[in-house]
Structures are given as structure tokens and as C-alpha cells.
């Protein structure tokens, strides 16, 4: 999880940088970059948090969650 919440901090830090950039009315292309970047970091963060679970919630036979639940939230990110 630390790795997940490092990128998830990073990606703050990037999105803080968009908003900057919009305010300053920088380069759109620049900005465009940047927002990417912002976008794949979520969404890195994202993949590991539910591999992560997916793992610990399927060893768990007693887990609420379903499979399909499961396959649903992983999906939801791609």
C-alpha cells in the first residue's frame, strides 16, 4: 500500500501543478502532459490498490465481495 499512496501523493502534487498551470494560462500542450501524467498515476495507484485486495478478499473464503464485484471495480478503471 505505501507504493500506491506515494503515487497517489505524487499525483496530487502533479494535479496542483495542472491547476497552477491553467490559472497562470500556460501552454495547453504543456498542460495537456502534465494532466496525462496525473491520469496515469490515478490510475497505476488504482491497479495495485485492487491487486492488493483482490488478493487478500479472495483468501478470505467469510469476504462479502463477489468475484464479479471484484472483476466490476477492476474493470471501472480501465
Given at each position: 500500500?505505501?507504493?500506491?499512496?506515494?503515487?497517489?501523493?505524487?499525483?496530487?502534487?502533479?494535479?496542483?501543478?495542472?491547476?497552477?498551470?491553467?490559472?497562470?494560462?500556460?501552454?495547453?500542450?504543456?498542460?495537456?502532459?502534465?494532466?496525462?501524467?496525473?491520469?496515469?498515476?490515478?490510475?497505476?495507484?488504482?491497479?495495485?490498490?485492487?491487486?492488493?485486495?483482490?488478493?487478500?478478499?479472495?483468501?478470505?473464503?467469510?469476504?462479502?465481495?463477489?468475484?464479479?464485484?471484484?472483476?466490476?471495480m477492476f474493470i471501472s478503471?480501465?
Amino acid at each position: 500500500m505505501r507504493s500506491a499512496i506515494n503515487r497517489l501523493k505524487r499525483a496530487q502534487g502533479q494535479l496542483n501543478a495542472v491547476v497552477r498551470m491553467l490559472e497562470e494560462g500556460q501552454d495547453c500542450k504543456a498542460i495537456i502532459t502534465q494532466l496525462s501524467a496525473v491520469s496515469s498515476a490515478v490510475d497505476k495507484a488504482g491497479f495495485s490498490i485492487i491487486a492488493t485486495n483482490l488478493q487478500a478478499c479472495m483468501a478470505k473464503p467469510d469476504s462479502d465481495l463477489e468475484v464479479a464485484e471484484l472483476e466490476k471495480m477492476f474493470i471501472s478503471l480501465t
